[in-house]
């Protein structure tokens, strides 16, 4: 069991993927990362010796910090924060117990140069529908939680990723697109290797929505009609944006914690016994 200041695998994996997730600090060294040069989902890389620097961009929120096993970095940062007031915890027995348990681990490379701001910046066309709605929330979930998104007319989509120095996705011919019949989706959780069975479950539904084949799950339809009703209710791509991070947050709980639940009426009536 984690100590009253730490948090355990089991309990971080239950929360990343969430809206309730914590914001999660990698101060492992140099020499550690450069070893195994991937990160939890979620997590951005800060010098252990600078930690009082995130203090104002930290304030009221919930913190986790991570060092290799966890012990004197991560759990010296952690007390840090708490003489700031800040609700930080250190992760038991930190990246090696993350990775030991066969958690997902990110490739920093397949994540995009962050901007000055320290997030990324992406590009796509706009009134979005599936794809388009799917992958700013696996990537706001999973990979970093500041992300910007822009939305623009088809034709000027990759002129705007070259004048800004945005990263463009779900255009045919760039990197992050489909790829035969995988869609959008499926490549960023290959890239990302976020392929845990939640998401690998809500991949195929969002690959038979997007794609108009509806026979590789029965929740393919319910999601088409959902993104269609989205895109008839809001005129502003972010707002939809927004909304959709809900619809999609809503999914992939039920991927992930419901699968198995039905429902039917009338409801069944407890037992009464004598």
Known sequence: MASVDSISVSQLSRLIGTPDAPIIVDICIEPDFQADPRIIPTAFRHPFSDIA??????????VVVI??????????????????????????????????????????????????DGQTLWVTR??????????????????DPNARFLFVAPAEVLDVADRFKATPFDIEGTFWSHRGEACTFDTMIQEFALKTDALLRLATIVRGADTDRHELAPECAGLLAASLGLSRMYRDDLRQLQAGMDLYDAFYRWARDATEESHNWPAPQPTVTT
Request: with cysteine; hydrophobic share 45%.
């Open 126 to 143: 706009h009134r979005p529908k599936i794809d388009r709605l799917a992958c700013p929330w696996l990537i706001r979930r999973f990979v």
């Open 67 to 116: 060092c290799q096993k966890g012990k004197k970095l991560s759990q010296g940062a952690a007390a840090i924060l708490r003489t700031h007031g800040i609700a930080a915890e250190n992760l038991e027995g930190g990246n090696f117990a993350w990775r030991d348990a066969g958690e997902p681990l990110i490739p920093v490379s397949a994540i995009p140069t962050r901007a000055a």
């Open 53 to 62: 620097a995130l203090v104002p961009q930290l304030a009221g929120k919930k």
